[in-house]
């Protein structure tokens, strides 16, 4: 039986995004490593998936007929710990023991100790892989839940992506959604200059694939992409989701030596009172 997710509308979905970027920076800032601008960048997508798109029960992480949901980017893990955090898979106070030996949230997802957490990720282009023999799997067995997968785009430099993209295609795995964090950088430099990827939409296009180019941080466009998968049945569904790296701290975005650090106790307080200020407003009883 499908659960029914709440109704909310797209301010909600906004406030909650930004809730997750606030948990983000002290999960970070406590931890004192992880990734930060993927994290921040993202927070709107998965705010929209498991608050308007999933369909997941918190309550059973393990109901047979969830859709099901693979972080290939496994190092932008803190944004999908606080996102289930904020969702109901386990207590809020949780996501303070981020990368502390013996947590339920490792430095990269881990299936046996993250409830809602469906397989391992880090070494990237694996989780992607993994989505698309789940879909494969899901359509041999005529299930009718679905699989999403996340990537980043300097992930798109492993040739197991491209391999995935073809056996998907092949297959017309029209149960698998791809969403690429397309940020335009990477570790080491901006995307374009380590490792040029466009033409992306033709790339994917060429093998089979149905290609939408969205806003990232549109909230309604990101519901209407997942809509509009759900209705191509001849063929998987690639989202291009073009997001500001480090969204919503100002001194974050577009730098790419963010990728792959923490803020300070300073700079945390900075992009914490930034966050606060949503809207001009500040919010108040915000700890």
């Known amino acids: 039986m499908a659960r029914q997710q709440k109704k909310y509308t797209e301010k909600q979905l906004i406030k909650i995004a930004n809730d997750i970027r606030k948990d983000v920076i002290k999960m970070l800032v406590k931890a004192g490593s992880g990734h930060s601008a993927g994290s921040l960048g993202m927070a709107d997508v998965f705010a929209t998936l498991y608050f308007s798109v999933l369909n997941h029960d918190p309550k059973n992480p393990e109901w047979k007929d969830r859709d099901r949901f693979v972080l290939s980017a496994g190092h932008i893990n803190p944004v999908w710990y606080a996102t289930l955090a904020k969702s109901g898979y386990f207590p809020r106070k949780e996501l303070w ?11 990269h997802p881990h299936n046996e100790s993250t409830p809602g957490v469906d397989t391992s990720s880090g070494p990237l282009g694996h989780g992607f892989a ?16 679905r699989v999403y997968s996340v990537m980043g785009d300097g992930e798109l430099n ?3 992506i491209w391999e995935t993209a073809m056996f998907a295609g092949k297959n017309k795995l029209r149960n698998l959604t791809g969403i690429i964090d397309r940020n335009n ?10 490792m040029p990827l466009e033409s992306l939409k033709g790339k994917f296009e060429s093998f089979n694939w149905h290609v939408l180019d969205v806003d990232g941080h549109n909230i309604e466009a990101i519901i209407d ?9 001849e063929k998987p569904t690639m989202i291009i989701a073009h997001t500001i790296p480090g969204k919503g701290v100002h001194f974050m975005e577009r730098d790419f030596k963010w990728h792959g650090i923490p803020p300070n106790p300073e700079e945390a307080e900075h992009a914490l009172r930034h966050l606060r200020s949503l809207g001009g407003k500040i919010e108040c009883g915000d700890h």
């Open 130 to 145: 993994q989505a698309a023999g789940m879909a494969y799997a899901g359509i041999m067995d005529n299930k009718k839940w």
């Open 185 to 194: 950088i990477q570790i080491d430099g901006f995307t374009e200059d380590v």
């Open 97 to 107: 023991s981020l990368r502390k030996f013996g947590s339920l949230l490792q430095g």
């Open 225 to 233: 992409a997942c809509n509009q998968a759900k209705a191509v049945f």
């Open 158 to 160: 492993e040739g197991n």
